[in-house]
């Protein structure tokens, strides 16, 4: 996508993005261009602490510095955007060779913790890959990571509407990826989707905005993956 595409394409993503320019990275933007919306300055990889689904103590520029990762956030119970994202990655990962796929890290941020406990996450990232981290957190904290990573924080919203007599099921937008639910839809939670692309210079130089093809995310993996002395 060129630069002028993706700016256009992105206005909806820009409205999302909150406070880019402050933490933009210290190198340009690779020569390369990428099949998603191209911030300019190029961001840089955020700090934030949360928990895995395991329990454990998850800094997320510490654990994913240096690697290409891919990162969402979002919750379960989201009725079309969140799964269509993870299933969209899942098969840009299996078109990838497996030395580059490797490489990848998936970050997963419930961005709602109050019905996404860590069972409930594990469970339903387990359906798109095993290997994807999932995070956990009390609301404030999430709260904060989506802050650190340049979007506004997540927001409850009203009641999903659901087929008659079915409270876990739901008319799918045209376009989401298939997929049913475990649970009651209950309320929705309004967030940015959007999943942020980060390379092993440790700037977020891609956006993929909802509707992003998985052939696209494939094709951008090689340039998240280049070494600091490779051809930009």
């Not at 240096?66 to 990162?71: A, C, I, Q």
């Not at 969209?88 to 078109?95: G, H, K, V």
């Not at 594990?122 to 979007?151: C, H, M, N, P």
Request: glycine share 10%.
């Amino acid at each position: 996508m060129t630069r002028r595409a993706a700016a256009a394409l992105g206005l909806a993503v820009g409205l999302l993005l909150t406070g880019c320019a402050g933490t933009a990275a210290p190198e340009a933007a690779p020569a390369a261009e990428f099949h998603g919306v191209e911030p300019e300055p190029v961001p840089a990889r955020p700090s934030f602490v949360l928990r895995t689904t395991a329990g454990e103590r998850y800094d997320f520029a510490e654990r994913t510095g240096g690697r290409p990762t891919l990162l969402y956030f979002g919750y379960t119970n989201c009725p079309d955007e969140c799964p269509t994202a993870m299933a969209d990655i899942a098969a840009a990962l299996r078109s990838t060779p497996a030395e580059l796929r490797d490489e990848v890290e998936v970050v997963f941020v419930t961005t709602d913790p109050a019905r996404d406990t860590p069972p409930i996450l594990r469970e339903w990232l387990d359906k798109f890959s095993q290997e994807y981290v999932g995070l956990v957190g009390t609301q404030a904290e999430v709260d904060a990571a989506q802050v650190a990573t340049g979007i506004a924080a997540a927001k409850k919203g009203g009641a999903v509407e659901t087929l008659p007599g079915r409270p876990n099921e739901h008319v799918h937008k045209p376009g989401t990826a298939p997929h049913t639910h475990d649970r009651p839809l209950g309320y929705g939670v309004g967030h940015a989707n959007v999943i942020f692309g980060f390379d092993t210079r440790d700037r977020l130089p891609v956006l993929y905005p909802g509707g992003v093809r998985p052939s696209d995310i494939a094709a951008d993996l090689p340039l998240l993956a280049q070494t600091q002395g490779d051809p930009s």
